[in-house]
């Protein structure tokens, strides 16, 4: 924080210089702005807040806090502070700590009319990790002048400068922060709607220039009740100088990005409850960074919609075809993608629902001739829902997911690494709420096995399979008035290990048991506060099979908790977890230790 404000002084003296020429100085009041002014929403409706949250855990401490200040009212001078604090705090077993803290600030102090806006920014950005391998300290301080002017809702301009600083781990540099942002929304010429917005800025330093322009060009409108069109063009151009990670050696590095963007939106109104849409996208991306990559995409999607009262389903089809070029370097691809997907959402009556997706994708990836990475991959996925109110105090839902993926080589060489992936999870669920009486019971089956295809060329098996069954349920009873007790207890069973198709059988390599429980009792509303105070216990066994089943590492974590929240008007929210735990792994041993969360919301 001390770096900050010293920082924050030398901008202010360097913008106040006694040689700095005082027509300048005034014309910039009234034509410069902050390339983020635009990013900073100050108008009424904005909330002031403060929000802190504080994390614990075994061995890692974590703050955060963000603050959110405005004062706004017309013909008069205004402010506005945001402003997000961050730091976490690494104790690893040899006991050094190790510090992370990064700090971004952005304020303005302007005064408001009608259609000017005039003033001063401030951006303040700081990061130091300790906990990197080499010496990682940056920032960015920030200070000048800004204006905006504003015509009704169609026209705004914002052209800024000011001074600032950049800290590259060792390195300072000093330099102008300059640009231009500009919005024309809605413009009409004939019976197009026109809108563009641009954005210029430059960082000018004495060994190094950054820069970044954009633009972008939207037209639309309706050819008649039925059809309309729309198009958007956009072009960036981006150059990027920073230093290299060798500390012994001041060397810059450069980054240019060129992005070039067309995309095309058509749509038909084939009636009240059908549309068609057809979108096109050109893709045009140029890197220069080490090597030259160019990139080229063209996108085409054509979707259709039903809206009706009971049944809802969306067709899609969408193709892509992307090409890469590296210069001096055989690695150039072309990557080629057909997408079919349906969706579909089926009432049948007030009580019951149907879901069905479904997706396929097939995947083309080429490359030069030397290369052996060429592949065809293809996905299936489905997935079925079925939802349904037995009576007023219960309700169902049973789901149902398949994945089946496949990747094939076309190189001999890497042709061994042809494979099926196969998911399949279904997950049943019932709620119930009678009385006092609240209760959800979950379960799940999940199946997830991958078969090579040419596992009789080797040696040892390569086809695995996991698969894990959960079940989970929970209880709450209203003891009286406010008062709850309750219980939740999940299940799970794992086991993995070697697959053999042609026999649809495995062999087990490792299994799992887990159980985890926990009881509680909570008073829902006292004085403005929710406390519940509980016991949790966790334990976790492991078993290896081979070369016979034995037990291998047993983890039990238990202990007491307690939870507060306060929420008792729109203004404060507060809430605090803490637990104590005792951790015994007969692979490391016991420990105590403590864990714990603290939230604060104001809303001033």
Do not use: C
């Not at 983020?36 to 409706?45: A, T």
């Not at 097939?362 to 001739?369: A, C």
């Not at 299936?380 to 839902?397: T, V």
């Not at 506060?529 to 078993?543: A, C, K, L, Q, V």
């Amino acid at each position: 924080m001390r770096l900050i404000l010293n920082n924050f002084n030398n901008g202010l003296k360097l913008l106040l210089f006694p040689k700095f020429p005082k027509s300048l100085f005034l014309l910039l009041i009234y034509l410069l702005s902050s390339h983020l002014f635009s990013q900073f929403n100050y108008s009424k409706s904005d909330s002031n807040y403060y929000q802190s949250v504080f994390y614990k855990q075994l061995t890692t401490w974590s703050w955060q806090s963000n603050i959110n200040l405005s004062y706004i009212q017309l013909n008069h001078w205004n402010w506005s502070l945001k402003e997000q604090y961050h730091s976490s705090l690494l104790t690893p077993a040899e006991g050094q700590e190790q510090w992370k803290d990064e700090n971004n600030a952005r304020g303005i102090l302007f005064y408001n009319k009608p259609a000017w806006d005039y003033g001063f920014y401030l951006r303040s950005w700081y990061q130091n990790d300790e906990q990197s391998s080499s010496d990682n300290e940056f920032g960015n301080q920030v200070l000048g002048l800004f204006s905006t002017y504003r015509h009704h809702k169609s026209l705004k301009f914002t052209p800024y400068a000011g001074m600032q600083q950049s800290k590259n781990r060792k390195y300072v540099d000093w330099g102008l922060d300059i640009g231009l942002e500009g919005k024309v929304n809605r413009f009409k010429l004939g019976d197009y709607h026109l809108s563009t917005q641009f954005d210029s800025d430059f960082d000018l330093y004495d060994k190094r220039q950054n820069f970044a322009n954009d633009i972008y060009f939207g037209a639309s409108t309706n050819f008649n009740e039925y059809t309309g069109d729309s198009l958007a063009i956009s072009f960036s151009i981006n150059q990027k100088q920073y230093y290299d990670n060798n500390p012994n050696q001041k060397k810059i590095i450069d980054v240019n990005i060129v992005d070039r963007n067309i995309r095309n939106f058509l749509f038909y109104n084939l009636s009240p409850v059908n549309r068609i849409l057809l979108v096109t996208q050109l893709k045009s991306i140029q890197l220069d960074f080490v090597a030259d990559r160019k990139i080229f995409l063209i996108d085409n999607e054509l979707k259709f919609n039903h809206f009706g009262s009971k049944l809802f389903y969306y067709l899609s089809l969408r193709t892509n075809d992307q090409t890469q070029d590296n210069s001096n370097i055989i690695t150039n691809n072309r990557t080629r993608q057909t997408i079919m997907t349906f969706e579909s959402d089926y009432r049948i009556d007030a009580r019951k629902k149907i879901e069905f997706d479904m997706t396929y994708s097939k995947f083309q990836y080429d490359t030069p001739e030397k290369n052996t990475e060429d592949r065809d991959e293809q996905r299936f996925i489905i997935d079925l829902g079925y939802d349904q109110i037995l009576s007023e105090y219960l309700s169902m839902k049973w789901t149902l997911y398949t994945y089946f993926f496949h990747k094939i080589y076309l190189s001999s060489e890497q042709s061994q690494n042809n494979n099926w992936n196969r998911i399949i999870a279904l997950n049943p669920k019932i709620n119930y709420q009678y009385g006092r009486i609240r209760n959800r019971f979950d379960t799940e089956i999940l199946a997830n096995y991958t078969v090579y295809d040419f596992e009789e060329l080797f040696t040892k098996t390569r086809s695995y399979v996991f698969r894990k069954y959960s079940l989970s349920d929970s209880l709450i009873y209203q003891i009286y008035g406010k008062i709850n007790g309750g219980f939740y207890t999940r299940i799970e069973l794992e086991d993995k290990g070697h697959f053999f198709q042609t026999q649809w059988q495995q062999q087990i390599v490792q299994s799992y048991h887990s159980d985890f429980y926990n009881i509680f009792i909570e008073n829902e509303n006292f004085i403005g506060f929710n406390f519940r105070f509980g016991y949790t216990y966790y334990d976790r066994i492991e078993w290896r099979h081979l070369p016979k089943k034995q037990r291998n590492r047993i983890i039990i974590n238990k202990g007491p908790y307690i939870s507060i929240r306060f929420h008792i008007t729109n203004r404060i929210y507060f809430a605090v977890y803490a637990s104590l735990s005792n951790l015994d792994d007969s692979a490391i041993g016991a420990t105590n230790y403590s864990s714990g969360k603290l939230r604060l919301d104001y809303f001033f």
